[in-house]
């Protein structure tokens, strides 16, 4: 769903330690799933993508979950460094209405101390 | 992957006077644009959707007439923000997406937008 109001949640990790950023999505007939990965004054940048017919997709160092059933999605950053400081967003879609909006969530700020 | 660039990247300007933010992709034909734009520490909002060739979908709660966009060609979309106030003072955002990319969206770098 749409952030409203509120400061970003932060997540703070030891660099080195494996991270975990959480999002909730609103729409049960979103079948497309993206994380961003944002720094400051720049725009989003792609880390990852996950259909609805799969629960797991791994990348370099990150991997996505998908709960369909809670509709949860999860993003796992693996060794985190200090260049993952950023904020993360997640987006939802539907991947057979062709070109519709992403709808992003309210995104986390990930602080890494080195 | 695919690159989308936007001019300026910084605009400083006195209210009541108009902007220009250009959304370019520059290797893939891009059949529809979104505009965004992100205030300090928020998500990203959606305020328009553009096909090339037809007019802009407005998000509720977005003035057309104040935000006018463009989208005459396929690697193009313009955003006017007319008449500007210190409450339009934002980051704003596009993406583009064409029939190379699928469903996938490329952001551009973003404009930060500040009215005096």
């Known amino acids: 769903g749409e952030s409203v109001g509120l400061h970003l949640p932060t997540l703070s990790v030891q660099e080195g330690d494996n991270s975990i950023i959480n999002c909730a999505y609103s729409?049960?007939?979103?079948?497309?799933f993206i994380w961003y990965k944002q720094e400051s004054g720049k725009g989003p940048q792609f880390i990852i993508d996950i259909r609805s017919n799969m629960d797991k997709r791994q990348g370099q160092r990150v991997t996505v979950l998908l709960n369909k059933t809670v509709k949860h999605l999860s993003l796992q950053i693996a060794a985190t460094q200090p260049g993952d400081s950023a904020v993360y967003f997640c987006a939802e879609n539907i991947w057979s209405s062709g070109n519709t909006p992403l709808v992003f969530g309210k995104g986390t700020r990930l602080s890494v101390i080195a | 992957g695919a690159v989308v660039s936007q001019h300026p990247s910084r605009v400083i300007c006195k209210s009541g006077t108009s902007v220009k933010i250009e959304c370019r992709s520059l290797d893939f034909q891009a059949t529809t644009m979104f505009w965004y734009r992100q205030f300090p520490k928020k998500s990203l909002m959606l305020m328009a959707t553009s096909n090339e060739g037809s007019k802009a979908t407005y998000e509720q709660g977005v003035e057309k007439d104040k935000f006018l966009i463009n989208h005459a060609s396929l690697t193009l979309s313009t955003l006017t923000v007319t008449s500007a106030h210190p409450e339009d003072s934002s980051f704003y955002i596009c993406?583009?997406?064409?029939?190379?990319?699928?469903?996938?969206?490329?952001f551009g770098p973003g404009t930060r937008l500040t009215v005096l």
């Open positions: 993406s583009a997406q064409g029939p190379v990319t699928y469903n996938e969206q490329f």
């Open positions: 729409n049960s007939a979103s079948d497309y």
